[in-house]
């Protein structure tokens, strides 16, 4: 300040001009009052201002004895750096100060001052913090006090919500020499950025939009600090890591953050939900559900005995997720829901329960299909590996092309006459071989073929037959229309009628009079 008054008075002016001063025209009226021998009061929310503004004044012990510098760096380290709450509340307001807090290491004395005490045993804790306790309501904020550790145990993470209160460049400093220590739980610091993220990002598709660089910013940086095993991030739900490369898309995020975070949803597939999946678009989930494919197979490969393990619950998981989507993605084209399909490995659907349901929802929602449209659809699922209910359903459905329904039929008959070739075909866990053409024919030549070796049963059991439903006999009839004409030609299509098949049938006769329906 005798510096400045002095060139002021070489300069024949009254007036002092001071110039970027730091921390305004506040920090200096504490300056000012501190020369002047008033009293003054410093705190966690104005020391980094002040203490930037005395070293801009010079305010040093050269200047005299027991200067401003020297009082507030007392008050530093025997104060607000041994506060919990004081430190992070001096850390956040070093940003508005830069550079002159870095240069005076206000910035990285808060830092470790920080993770210093992240990293205290939990049990030790002395400080009150604050901490969001789910039985106390979702937005209720408890503050734990001394007094109240005997009832209350401070858990792990006590430290999370205090710190994601920072801006995400201070936020990620702390993070980084917390991790790096390799001394807390790297659960907890998985919790802790997933909490941030929930925090800081918007919901609202317009506000990450419109602060698309400083959201850019927070979804690399959260990449970047997420715990790992080798490549993979472990300690993170699939749903999370979902809804981050939703975020990394819509803000412009680096392609390879991108990319990591498309390999690591791949890695954990079988932990999403639909809903998860829905926010994405069709391209993107078939590139996820390739990657997942290829990595399985590449496991498999690498360990045969895997393939020999019934029920790979990981495959089978990801396989109800796929038929899941395929039933409620609305904006599927013909071709992105068979090209998806085809991607699930007939290992993963032992059961075509799922992706029965998605094709008769696809084919409700677009009736304008074609047949060939709908054959192509239909000759995705095998029927076989329908289950009771399903099958009854698909034998009723009038949206299926006729040679399905015929085909389900074929196999109900072969369950409901207790057939070895039921037990052969339902326990087949083999891709279907068979073209249509050859699946009809056969439906066809073993419907007849049975029906000479279920005359006494029929008698018994009161037909087979007569469990069909109305519309399964008005298709047999329709493929069959000799039926009821004679008593002969009721036998030879009697696994389409209500009525149970004559003892006596000619072999020669049915052969004479067989139907083809290829």
Same mark, same amino acid.
């Given at each position: 300040?005798?510096?400045?008054?002095?060139?002021?008075?070489?300069? =024949?002016?009254?007036?002092?001009?001071?110039?970027?001063?730091?921390?305004?025209?506040?920090?200096?009226?504490?300056? %000012?009052?501190?020369?002047?021998?008033?009293?003054?009061?410093?705190? %966690?929310?104005?020391?980094?201002?002040?203490?930037?503004?005395?070293?801009? +004044? =010079?305010?040093?012990?050269?200047? #005299?004895?027991?200067?401003?510098?020297?009082?507030?760096?007392?008050?530093?380290?025997?104060?607000?750096?041994?506060?919990?709450?004081?430190?992070?509340?001096?850390?956040?307001?070093?940003?508005?100060?830069?550079?002159?807090?870095? #240069?005076?290491?206000?910035?990285?004395?808060?830092?470790?001052?920080?993770?210093?005490?992240?990293?205290?045993?939990?049990?030790?804790?002395?400080?009150?913090?604050?901490?969001?306790?789910? &039985? *106390?309501?979702?937005?209720?904020?408890?503050?734990?006090?001394?007094?109240?550790?005997?009832?209350? /145990?401070?858990?792990?993470?006590?430290?999370?919500?205090?710190?994601?209160?920072?801006?995400?460049?201070?936020?990620?400093?702390?993070?980084?020499?917390?991790? *790096?220590?390799?001394?807390?739980?790297?659960? /907890?610091?998985?919790?802790?950025?997933?909490?941030?993220? !929930?925090?800081? &990002?918007?919901?609202?598709?317009?506000?990450?939009?419109?602060? !698309?660089?400083?959201?850019?910013?927070?979804?690399?940086?959260? /990449?970047? +600090?997420?715990?790992?095993?080798?490549?993979?991030?472990?300690?993170?739900?699939?749903?999370?890591?979902?809804?981050?490369?939703?975020?990394?898309?819509?803000?412009?995020?680096?392609?390879?953050?991108?990319?990591?975070?498309?390999?690591?949803?791949?890695?954990?597939?079988?932990?999403?939900?639909?809903?998860?999946?829905?926010?994405?678009?069709?391209?993107?989930?078939?590139?996820?559900?390739?990657?997942?494919?290829?990595?399985?197979?590449?496991?498999?490969?690498?360990?045969?005995?895997?393939?020999?393990?019934?029920?790979?619950?990981? &495959?089978? *998981?990801?396989?109800?997720?796929?038929?899941?989507?395929?039933?409620?993605?609305?904006? &599927?084209?013909?071709?992105?829901?068979?090209?998806?399909?085809?991607?699930?490995?007939?290992?993963?659907?032992?059961?075509?329960?799922?992706?029965?349901?998605?094709?008769?929802?696809?084919?409700?929602?677009?009736?304008?299909?074609?047949?060939?449209?709908?054959?192509?659809?239909?000759?995705?699922?095998?029927?076989?590996? +329908?289950?009771?209910?399903?099958?009854?359903?698909?034998?009723?459905?009038?949206?299926?092309?006729?040679?399905?329904?015929?085909?389900?039929?074929?196999?109900?008959?072969?369950? %409901?006459?207790?057939?070895?070739?039921?037990?052969?075909?339902?326990?087949?866990?083999?891709?279907?071989?068979?073209?249509?053409?050859?699946?009809?024919?056969?439906?066809?030549?073993?419907?007849?073929?049975?029906?000479?070796?279920?005359?006494?049963?029929?008698?018994?059991?009161?037909?087979?037959?007569?469990?069909?439903?109305?519309?399964?006999?008005?298709?047999?009839?329709?493929?069959?229309?000799?039926?009821?004409?004679?008593?002969?030609?009721?036998?030879?299509?009697?696994?389409?009628?209500?009525?149970?098949?004559?003892?006596?049938?000619?072999?020669?006769?049915?052969?004479?009079?067989?139907?083809?329906?290829?």
């Amino acid at each position: 300040m005798q510096r400045l008054v002095f060139e002021a008075s070489e300069e =024949e002016t009254n007036e002092i001009t001071i110039l970027d001063m730091p921390g305004g025209h506040k920090a200096f009226e504490i300056c %000012a009052k501190f020369c002047y021998g008033m009293t003054v009061t410093l705190n %966690a929310y104005n020391i980094t201002a002040v203490r930037c503004a005395a070293e801009y +004044l =010079e305010m040093t012990e050269d200047a #005299d004895r027991g200067n401003l510098i020297y009082k507030i760096e007392v008050f530093l380290n025997s104060g607000i750096f041994r506060s919990w709450k004081d430190s992070i509340i001096v850390l956040q307001t070093t940003r508005s100060l830069l550079p002159w807090s870095e #240069d005076l290491k206000l910035v990285g004395r808060c830092i470790d001052s920080v993770s210093a005490k992240i990293l205290v045993n939990p049990e030790t804790i002395t400080w009150s913090y604050t901490h969001n306790r789910k &039985l *106390s309501g979702p937005d209720k904020i408890v503050e734990y006090h001394r007094e109240k550790r005997e009832e209350n /145990v401070i858990p792990k993470d006590w430290w999370v919500e205090d710190v994601c209160e920072l801006e995400i460049d201070m936020f990620k400093r702390v993070m980084s020499v917390v991790k *790096s220590s390799g001394r807390m739980n790297n659960g /907890v610091i998985a919790e802790a950025l997933r909490y941030y993220v !929930a925090r800081w &990002l918007p919901e609202s598709m317009e506000s990450l939009t419109s602060k !698309a660089s400083s959201n850019k910013d927070l979804v690399e940086t959260v /990449v970047f +600090l997420l715990p790992r095993v080798n490549i993979a991030m472990s300690y993170s739900s699939c749903s999370f890591l979902l809804k981050l490369l939703k975020v990394s898309i819509l803000v412009g995020a680096d392609e390879t953050v991108r990319e990591d975070l498309v390999e690591n949803v791949s890695l954990k597939l079988h932990e999403a939900s639909v809903k998860d999946l829905l926010i994405h678009e069709v391209e993107l989930v078939h590139r996820i559900v390739e990657q997942f494919m290829a990595d399985e197979k590449r496991e498999s490969e690498d360990d045969q005995y895997k393939e020999f393990v019934l029920g790979n619950g990981i &495959l089978l *998981s990801v396989g109800r997720l796929i038929d899941a989507y395929l039933a409620l993605n609305s904006d &599927l084209t013909l071709t992105s829901f068979i090209e998806l399909s085809e991607l699930v490995p007939e290992s993963a659907r032992p059961i075509h329960d799922g992706l029965y349901k998605a094709i008769d929802t696809f084919m409700k929602e677009h009736p304008e299909l074609t047949k060939s449209e709908k054959k192509r659809l239909c000759g995705l699922m095998d029927v076989r590996k +329908l289950t009771n209910e399903a099958s009854t359903h698909a034998a009723q459905n009038e949206r299926l092309p006729l040679r399905m329904v015929v085909q389900v039929l074929y196999f109900e008959q072969l369950r %409901a006459n207790h057939s070895p070739v039921t037990s052969v075909a339902a326990s087949s866990h083999s891709p279907v071989e068979k073209t249509e053409e050859n699946k009809g024919e056969e439906a066809t030549k073993t419907v007849e073929l049975s029906k000479k070796s279920r005359g006494s049963k029929s008698t018994r059991s009161g037909g087979g037959a007569q469990l069909m439903p109305s519309r399964s006999r008005r298709i047999f009839e329709k493929i069959w229309p000799g039926k009821g004409e004679s008593s002969n030609k009721s036998s030879e299509v009697s696994s389409g009628s209500s009525q149970s098949p004559p003892a006596k049938s000619s072999s020669s006769s049915s052969r004479r009079r067989r139907h083809s329906i290829s």
